[in-house]
């Protein structure tokens, strides 16, 4: 009998699963089932590792799955003092191939349904309390110094801004990860929308965590391939 792709994926996640402990299996059902991909997060030219792996941080903290990475001029780097393995959990997307990964970014987006939300304080769109959670959406966060490039701000769907009452104009981009993350997960979770992730989905995901804490993953992957 032919076995389909997602078959193979749920028997090899049984099989693995027996080299995990119980408190870690009972850890991933809890986890996964708070886990969404209703919000996804986009990172413009981050260069500032500590502010990259918080922002890492943060998602896997407010159970935001998807992470889009866009590297035109710098390179995401991870510090891992900061990130604390947060990137074990996640699943990462990069765009890097041409000159304008921006772009390329944005199109993936939207062919996976979402809806591209510039988050800065320069344009008056709306406040996170506004910002409608009923079809998926993407938060851009831009760089530590000059935030979202001209590109990213003319291509985005709508904008969001945090109210602020200091002279300060913007938050660092960790703290306003944090902070727009924490209200959004929270309105996301007591609305109507339907933010949880498919079966198929879910599969996948513990599938790779699985991977991740079991020692030579792939070498049991290998001798389970032989005996089926």
């Keep these: 009998m032919k076995i389909l792709p997602l078959q193979y994926k749920e028997i090899l996640l049984s099989h693995l699963l027996e080299f995990v402990s119980e408190n870690k ?12 991909k209703h919000i996804t997060v986009a990172l413009e030219d981050i260069f500032q590792s500590q502010n990259a792996s918080a922002v890492l941080r943060t998602c ?21 003092d900061v990130a604390l393995g947060s990137t074990k959990w996640l699943n990462l997307y990069k765009y890097n191939t041409s000159e304008n990964n921006t772009i390329n970014a944005f199109n993936s987006l939207r062919e996976r349904g979402y809806r591209i939300i510039a988050t800065t304080p ?6 996170i309390e506004e910002l409608n959670l009923d079809s998926k959406i993407a938060l851009v966060f831009g760089t530590e110094l000059n935030g979202l490039s001209e590109i990213a701000i003319n291509n985005a769907d709508e904008f969001v ?39 198929t989905e ?27």
Aim: hydrophobic share 35%.
């Design 25 to 36: 299996k009972q850890l991933f059902e809890k986890i996964i089932q708070y886990r969404t």
């Design 60 to 80: 896997d903290c407010f159970g935001i799955q998807d992470v889009h990475i866009i590297e035109n001029e710098n390179e995401y780097k991870i510090n891992p």
């Design 122 to 127: 320069h344009k008056n769109d709306c406040t």
């Design 161 to 199: 801004k945090i109210p602020m009452y200091g002279f300060t104009e913007s938050f660092n981009i960790s703290v306003s990860a944090a902070i727009i993350l924490h209200q959004l997960t929270e309105k996301l979770r007591k609305s109507s929308a339907i933010w949880e992730l498919l079966d």
């Design 202 to 228: 879910k599969t996948e995901i513990k599938l790779n965590w699985v991977k991740n804490v079991v020692k030579r993953s792939d070498l049991l992957e290998q001798e389970f391939l032989k005996n089926l």
